[in-house]
């Protein structure tokens, strides 16, 4: 096996020569930013792609999920869940916005509609889900509590590039969904992130947003921001696009090969995968139980002497970290779903290239440790 260190994920990249035209073409216009015709194409090449309304791209997901609650005018609060990465709550404290976190689905890992109603107050405007690891939210349920109460919702869709049902993409839920196309995403442009919106005025409303406010050369209508994505990332994502699919078909192989050779170690549990939405294998995340002979962060470090390096996405939970600890919402006795699984969750390498030697080794490390156990 190489000798070199695996990670959680590895950037997939389209072969280096086939961006030497785009380059050209950027070097030849000295079009770089602000919207040029890379960054046009892109963004209706993805609405066609996603079978979504309207894109707007911007430069990463965080500055969307922030230009996203500024577009809706949200304020006050808004519920969300604390098993996410830190920039879904971060994005509403930037908009001076309180999060109230609500426990989590112990079967999908998302924000649970049951518990939702009991955390709306009269300061409320807003629910913000995240399809946690890009399993969908129960967006029929939230949509129907956010109708009764009079509630946005924007959904976190950062890791849920191309989930549909069929025709019917899951980002056309709520008022609005969040993409990000970092590179340790399924689709990525080094940095990138997009807002779906349901219609034209919603979108140019953005697209004002996300460029100071200007609707024209003299005008400008909002306290805007920087959030545009450049000709670079535009040109990558224009070639990712075209290879996308196959990246996700590869992942769906490592699914496969992970859940058909760890089936039966007792103590190690797999992801919920609904059998009505598509997936798209963007982690591949285990939970550990009592059953397995060593703990979460053993098997963690007994990886990392292997010089392999699987993630603990996500430890420790949001409302765990110092600026959210004073929040009502943050008592983590409130939270048991999230608490559990934060501690028992280890995300096993995944990505498009990952040779099935280095996947042998990772159940192979696994599979002694449980035959340990047992002999
Ligand atoms: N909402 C949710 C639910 C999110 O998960 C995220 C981001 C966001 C919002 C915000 O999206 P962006 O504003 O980033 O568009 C990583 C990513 O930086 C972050 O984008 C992602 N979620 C989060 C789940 O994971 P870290 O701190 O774990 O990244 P890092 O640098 O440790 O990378 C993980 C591994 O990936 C490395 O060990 C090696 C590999 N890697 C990473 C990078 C950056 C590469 O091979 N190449 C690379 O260029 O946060």
Redesign the pocket.
Known sequence: MSKEPV?????SLPPLADMQPYLEKIWQTGILTNGGPMHQELELALAHYLNVPYISLFS????A?ITAFKALHLSGEVITTPY??V??SHALMWNQITPVFVDIDPLTLNLNPDLIEAAITDKTTAILP?H?YGVPCNVEAIQAIADKHGLKVIY?A??AFSVCQGKRSLLSAGDLS?L??????VFNT????AIVSPDEASKRHIDHLKNFGFVDEVSVVEIGINGKMNEFQAAVGLLQLQRVDAAIQSRAEIDRYYREQLANVKGISFLHTPTDWSSNFSYFPIQIGSEFPVSRDALYHHFKQHDI?P?R?FYPLIPEFEMYRHLASANIAKLPIAKQVSERVLCLPIYPDMPREVQQKIVSLILKLAQGAEA
């Open positions: 990670y959680v994920t590895r950037p990463n997901a965080t500055i999920l996410s990465f920039a879904t995240v946690c976190d950062a890791h969040v990000s196309f970092h590179a340790t995403k080094f940095e990138g992130g390096h993630r996405y």
